[in-house]
C-alpha cells in the first residue's frame, strides 16, 4: 500500500474496498437519470449559496448550470450508465481538471459536507445507496486533495 492510500484512507474514512463497492452493482440502472440531475442540482444550488465565502469562490468564475451537468454526466458514466461525460468532454481526468483550484483538505471536508446534505435530499437514494455513494465521493475528494497538494 502506498502512503497515498494510506493517506486517503486516514482522512476520509473510507478503505479501497468501501470507495469501489459503487461497481458492485449498476447504480445507473436503479436510479435513472433525473436522480442523478436532482442530486447534482441540489449539491451545486448549496455550493453556489454557501455561506463559506472561501469556498464559494473557488466556483465563481464557472457558469453553474454547466457545472451541474458536468457532474450527472460524470456520475452517470461512473456509476454504470452511458458514457455522457467523454462523448461531449473526453477522458474526465479528474486530477488534471482539478489542478487549478484550491483542493485544500479543507476544501475536500465542505465539498462533502454539501454532498452529504444533496445525497439526504433525494428520497429516491435510500440509505444504502447513498452510503455507497457517499464513500465512493469521500475518497475521491481526499484523492483529488491529496494530488493537486502534491503538483510541486
Ligand atoms: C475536493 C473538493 C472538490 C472541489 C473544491 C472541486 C471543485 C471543482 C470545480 C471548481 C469545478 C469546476 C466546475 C465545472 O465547471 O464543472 C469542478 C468540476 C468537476 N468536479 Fe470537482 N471538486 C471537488 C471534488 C470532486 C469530486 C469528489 C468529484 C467526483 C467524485 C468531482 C468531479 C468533478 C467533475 C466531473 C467536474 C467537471 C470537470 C470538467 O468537465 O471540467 N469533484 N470541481
Same mark, same amino acid.
Given at each position: 500500500?502506498?502512503?497515498?492510500? *494510506?493517506? #486517503?484512507?486516514?482522512?476520509?474514512?473510507?478503505?479501497? *474496498?468501501?470507495?469501489?463497492? #459503487?461497481?458492485?452493482?449498476?447504480?445507473?440502472?436503479?436510479?435513472?437519470?433525473?436522480?442523478?440531475?436532482?442530486?447534482?442540482?441540489?449539491?451545486? *444550488?448549496?455550493?453556489?449559496?454557501?455561506?463559506?465565502?472561501?469556498?464559494?469562490?473557488?466556483?465563481?468564475?464557472?457558469?453553474?448550470?454547466?457545472?451541474?451537468?458536468?457532474?450527472?454526466?460524470?456520475? #452517470?458514466?461512473?456509476?454504470?450508465?452511458?458514457?455522457?461525460?467523454?462523448?461531449?468532454?473526453?477522458?474526465?481526468?479528474?486530477?488534471?481538471?482539478?489542478?487549478?483550484?484550491?483542493?485544500?483538505?479543507?476544501?475536500?471536508?465542505?465539498?462533502?459536507?454539501?454532498?452529504?446534505?444533496?445525497?439526504?435530499?433525494?428520497?429516491?437514494?435510500?440509505?444504502?445507496?447513498?452510503?455507497?455513494?457517499?464513500?465512493?465521493?469521500?475518497?475521491?475528494?481526499?484523492?483529488?486533495?491529496?494530488?493537486?497538494?502534491?503538483?510541486?
Amino acid at each position: 500500500m502506498t502512503n497515498m492510500d *494510506d493517506w #486517503i484512507r486516514q482522512k476520509s474514512g473510507v478503505s479501497n *474496498d468501501a470507495a469501489f463497492a #459503487i461497481d458492485s452493482e449498476n447504480l445507473f440502472a436503479s436510479l435513472g437519470v433525473d436522480v442523478f440531475k436532482k442530486l447534482s442540482r441540489s449539491f451545486y *444550488d448549496r455550493v453556489y449559496a454557501d455561506e463559506v465565502v472561501w469556498f464559494r469562490n473557488i466556483f465563481k468564475n464557472k457558469d453553474k448550470e454547466e457545472a451541474i451537468q458536468n457532474q450527472y454526466e460524470f456520475f #452517470i458514466q461512473r456509476m454504470g450508465g452511458p458514457a455522457l461525460y467523454s462523448e461531449r468532454k473526453g477522458h474526465p481526468a479528474l486530477a488534471a481538471r482539478h489542478m487549478n483550484f484550491n483542493m485544500t483538505e479543507k476544501a475536500a471536508e465542505r465539498w462533502l459536507f454539501h454532498m452529504r446534505a444533496a445525497l439526504e435530499s433525494v428520497p429516491e437514494i435510500d440509505e444504502p445507496l447513498r452510503k455507497k455513494m457517499y464513500d465512493y465521493f469521500a475518497h475521491t475528494a481526499y484523492f483529488l486533495s491529496f494530488r493537486v497538494s502534491q503538483k510541486n
